[in-house]
């Protein structure tokens, strides 16, 4: 355990940091989640829905620093990969 002033803080702030990026990354994983379920179900509307909101999540986690940009970038596309596929 620290027993310096300054160390008992970081180990505070990072307790902070640590449940907020757990919570982000638990929003990413729920908005995938839930796009890919209206992908297998067939629905194109609620699909392309699903879609749009989740990758507004990502792009906020990535705005945050949460997830890397280009790992944000690699989901999204992922994702519209996924949408896109569905017309053929």
Do not use: P
């Not at 986690?61 to 949460?66: D, E, F, L």
């Not at 992922?78 to 949408?83: G, R």
């Amino acid at each position: 355990m620290a027993n310096i002033k300054s160390a008992k803080k970081r180990i505070k702030v990072i307790e902070k940091k640590t449940a907020l990026n757990r919570a982000r990354k638990s929003q990413i994983k729920t908005a995938i989640r839930k796009f890919e379920e209206a992908v297998t179900a067939g629905n194109r509307e609620e699909a392309a829905a699903r879609f749009q909101y989740a990758q507004k999540r990502i792009s906020q986690v990535a705005s945050k620093g949460t997830i890397h940009k280009n790992a944000a970038a690699r989901k999204v596309a992922k994702l519209a990969q996924k949408l896109n596929g569905m017309n053929a």
